[in-house]
């Protein structure tokens, strides 16, 4: 018996165009409305497959602050061009964050100038890199949510060569939609949840959402059918006024999440509060070693202090706006002028998680739908 | 900070909100509409008596708390809300008669909170400041149905265009204020009292049946009202104007306090942008 996975039955036309026509059919007595989705790849996937062409003009699906790599904070990118820049020091890191406009240069231009910057795959790499080389130090910039803290968590618990360090910058998601709340005040009626990050956590981390602002929350993948079927189940709740977390994405998410990443992310990290890039300091969002692992810490062991305050946004970048869903990329002044994936002004035009980079990407896709 | 104290005594709620410089962060605002709340539900009060503080009423928002803040449009905005929340609950006090007893000035949306009550007295020496343009801001607090409706369309134009602060006979001829008190503030705190404590025993049933007639317009109105001037405030908030007007507020930068509109004659206002320009 075959038991593989039809990963193609998630593209299918067919299914996708009545997903279409159901959500046509619940939306059509409904008055306009607004959900959110909070993660990089669904808005890569919704517009790579041109899904809100697939919607009611009345239904919007806007982005959030889902983008990892837009969210980091300058500071730390500031921090981690710093360490480049040291003797004998390596700064590994995943490839999305390297173009990041920082205060003064990027992490890319960083390496122009000298500074010591490797691309890793896997945080693994980071561990093999540090074994063949023990006279070099190595600090692995860590970016990205609770489905990378949770692999830098395992690895540091089951130990790491002596000159490795970790400059963390992770964030976790859930504290953030109480400031999504706040900034969009009722016109907000669902949310989207990430995919991955949810798979970590598992759903229970959100049911705040339904006991404070009776607001309803599907977990989503990230194919056409996966983000179609989400939108509906989520239009249903809507409707029915009922203001459950559903998980829409059994195939990869459990209820409870993955408890042995869980106990991982508990055992090496605390949350305290931390700052969304250009957005705010969000209480409880930020990953920060517990102190039985500040040996690992970069900040605490290593100089990593830039010599200037940091500089979150060019003036006319409306980044931070974008990731709050509050504006469109195209309202932003730079967006395909001043701003392009080859010079990008601010995060989101960098990372292919990004709104602006994936607008410019692929926004004149069409798609003709029955 | 001093308390926020909530007294009951002869059918009167006294709230008094001492804050300094008048200015309320989220904490003061959250803690004020407590307050408010707890004075509306006390059924041993009739008549609520908001008495500000012995400087200032309420000069609303506090703009260093936000200016110190990490993305300080949001927390103004948050500010803002707190604070539409207070004035909504005075508006929405229908089972008490809600006095303004203004000892010292208001601004921005310290008039608002102090011109949602049904009636106000003040002493004689203050200013109301009620322009939120000089900051960068269109204003929130409910002042889009508030302000036509006490001055009226013409005069709310004035205020909020010119943004100049006017002085309490001002306030008075406008129908901003009832009364003035004159006298020395423990004399001002005797009359407000006894005024308060008459209304709350006589006749207090058909005072609050006026009150939710002559009100009904106005509450239908403000739903609708509110989410245009947030919207508006929103973009305020992001605007580059707000910014530059806070920093000169917060930084107090001599030579470099924003020319009034009190002020527009043609020489000083190019002399003081031509000093802008040479920075």
Redesign the interface.
């Known amino acids: 018996m075959n038991n593989r996975l039809n990963l193609g039955a998630f593209k299918d036309r067919e299914i996708v165009n009545k997903l279409a026509q159901q959500i046509k059919s619940i939306s059509a007595q409904m008055a306009p409305l607004k959900i959110m989705h909070i993660c990089g790849g669904h808005e890569n996937a919704i517009v790579r497959h041109a899904l809100r062409q697939f919607l009611p003009a009345h239904i919007k699906v806007v982005a959030g602050p889902g983008c990892p790599v837009c969210v980091c904070p300058v500071e730390s990118i500031d921090e981690a061009i710093t360490l480049s820049l040291l003797p004998k020091v390596t700064l590994l890191t995943f490839g999305d964050i390297l173009r990041v406009p920082a205060t003064k240069s990027s992490l890319e231009e960083a390496r122009v100038n000298g500074g010591s910057v490797k691309i890793v795959y896997s945080p693994l790499d980071a561990i093999k890199l540090a074994q063949n080389e023990p006279q070099q130090t190595f600090v692995f910039f860590s970016v990205g949510f609770e489905t990378t803290a949770a692999g830098i968590a395992g690895l540091i618990r089951s130990g790491v060569p002596e000159n490795l360090f970790f400059l963390i910058a992770n964030r976790y998601m859930p504290p953030v939609l109480k400031?999504l709340m706040?900034?969009h005040?009722d016109s907000l009626q669902g949310f989207l949840l990430a995919g991955h990050a949810t798979a970590i956590t598992g759903l229970g981390v959100y049911d705040f959402m339904h006991d404070e602002f009776k607001l309803p929350c599907a977990t989503a993948g990230f194919e056409p059918v996966d983000i179609l079927l989400a939108i509906r189940e989520l239009l249903k709740l809507i409707k029915n006024h009922q203001h459950q977390v559903i998980n829409c994405y059994s195939r990869v998410i459990k209820d409870e999440g993955n408890r042995i990443a869980q106990q991982c992310l508990r055992e090496v990290f605390d949350l305290k509060p931390g700052?969304w890039r250009?957005?705010?300091?969000v209480e409880d969002s930020a990953y920060v070693l517990k102190d039985k692992y500040a040996f690992l810490d970069a900040r605490k062991q290593l100089a990593c202090q830039p010599p200037y305050p940091p500089q979150a946004h060019h003036?006319s970048c409306l980044c931070?706006?974008v990731m709050l869903g509050?504006v469109e990329p195209q309202d932003c002044k730079l967006f395909k002028k001043a701003c392009t994936p080859a010079k990008p002004f601010g995060p989101c035009m960098v990372s292919p998680e990004g709104t602006c980079h994936v607008r410019y990407s692929y926004s004149e896709i069409k798609i003709g739908c029955s | 900070m001093q308390e926020i104290s909530y007294q009951a005594r002869n059918n009167v709620g006294h709230i008094k909100f001492p804050i300094h410089n008048g200015a309320m962060d989220l904490s003061h605002c959250r803690q004020l509409l407590q307050t408010i709340e707890l004075a509306k539900a006390d059924d041993s009060s009739k008549v609520i008596v908001l008495w500000g503080g012995p400087d200032f009423f309420s000069n609303g928002i506090d703009l260093n708390a936000v200016h110190l803040q990490y993305n300080a449009s949001i927390l103004a905005y948050k500010n803002l809300k707190a604070l539409n929340k207070i004035v909504h609950a005075v508006l929405t006090a229908d089972t008490k008669l809600v006095i303004s007893a203004l000892r010292g000035s208001a601004s921005a949306g310290g008039v608002m909170l102090a011109i949602a009550a049904d009636l106000r007295y003040a002493r004689k020496n203050i200013v109301l400041n009620p322009s939120y343009a000089n900051l960068g801001l269109c204003g929130s607090e409910y002042w889009s149905v508030l302000l036509p409706a006490i001055i009226g369309y013409g005069f709310t134009q004035k205020l909020l265009y010119e943004a100049s602060p006017i002085s309490a006979d001002e306030g008075l001829r406008l129908g901003l204020l009832h009364q003035l008190i004159p006298g020395e503030p423990d004399a001002f705190a005797d009359n407000i009292t006894a005024k308060a404590e008459y209304l709350a025993s006589t006749n207090i049933n058909a005072r609050l049946a006026a009150k939710s007639v002559l009100n009904q317009r106005l509450l239908a109105q403000m739903e609708t009202q509110v989410r245009l001037e947030l919207e508006k405030m929103k973009d305020c908030c992001n605007h580059p104007e707000f910014e530059t007007a806070r920093t000169r507020f917060v930084e107090k930068r001599r030579g470099q306090q924003q020319p009034l509109f009190l002020n527009a004659a043609p020489g000083y206002i190019r002399q003081i942008n031509k000093g802008d320009d040479n920075e």
């Open positions: 400031l706040e900034v005040d700052v250009g957005i705010d300091r003036p931070h706006r509050e």
